[in-house]
């Protein structure tokens, strides 16, 4: 049984509500949540890059590794990553990699950057040409997607979060 755009729709708003939260938190703005059709949903992932201590561990990774994790499994075919910006380089070369079949975005990567997060970067590194991934990028504007990027930058401008970019996200990744 497939999920219909308007389920996709309601998950993606309900991640935005948590990144909000997040963000509120002293977190990041991107949050990434796997979806299975079979009706798997993953709990929401979150940058845990200062935490961990692990480069890869990107808020989109996360997820993935987590949703793996429940499935007991190694990829991620017949799943969908949805998240609440458009990931970096890396995320995207790990969902490729890891066959996930759809990866549904919030605010793309240009709007993101509008936000202060360039990671635009990352795309080459990682041998990501977007244009290419046309079937597998699907754009879901939520209509409070940009509030958890403004409230972050927000934040960050009158000096509440102690995290900065410069600091979780070396390399302005998602
Ligand atoms: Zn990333």
């Known amino acids: 049984m497939s999920r219909t755009e308007a389920e996709i729709a309601g998950l993606m708003a309900d991640a935005v509500e948590f990144s909000l939260h997040h963000v509120e938190a002293g977190g990041l703005p991107f949050i990434g949540v ?9 709990d929401f992932g979150v940058n845990e890059v200062a935490r961990t201590g692990d480069p890869t561990a990107h808020a989109e990774i996360v ?19 949805l998240a609440t910006g458009e990931p970096c380089g890396l995320c995207y070369s790990f969902a490729l990699d890891h066959r996930a079949d759809r ?15 360039d990671y635009g970067g990352s795309y080459a590194a990682f041998g990501i040409d977007r244009a290419q991934l ?11 997607g940009l509030a958890p990027f403004e409230r972050y930058l927000d934040l960050r401008h009158r000096g ?13 990744t998602s």
Do not use: N
Request: proline share 6%; glycine share 14%; aromatic share 6%.
């Open 160 to 172: 509440i979060s102690t995290r900065p970019p410069s600091s979780t996200h070396p390399k302005g």
């Open 34 to 42: 796997l979806v299975g059709d079979d009706g798997y949903v993953s």
């Open 134 to 144: 046309a079937g597998i990028i699907h754009r879901i504007p939520v209509a409070r």
């Open 103 to 117: 990866i549904y975005v919030a605010v793309d990567g240009d709007a993101v950057t509008g936000q202060g997060f």
């Open 63 to 81: 997820a993935m590794r987590t949703a793996m994790h429940d499935l007991g499994r190694s990829d991620l075919e017949g799943s969908w990553l």
